[in-house]
């Protein structure tokens, strides 16, 4: 839900109860997205998916394996001199 800071004064209280319920709230400024009333729980969240994607990333780069460069996969197409076979 996007709403003008303008129309955020009068509904403030509307506008926090439903961020707390998991509504998506967004108040904005002409012509941008200014803020996002987020949850004080959902903090904690951002953190531990945080540490999962970095984790995940680790877990990957420990399971590649160094092997044969494919930069120069495709040189057997080509000859000495560069030009196509």
Known sequence: ???TVTEAKDQLADLVQRAEA???VVLTL???AAVRLVPIGHEGESRSRRELLEA???AGAAKAA???SA???QDFLYREDGLPL
């Open 66 to 68: 160094a092997g044969v």
């Open 71 to 73: 930069a120069r996969s």
């Open 56 to 58: 995940a990333r680790v």
């Open 1 to 3: 839900m996007r709403v």
């Open 22 to 24: 998991g509504d998506d």
């Open 30 to 32: 002409p012509g941008h």
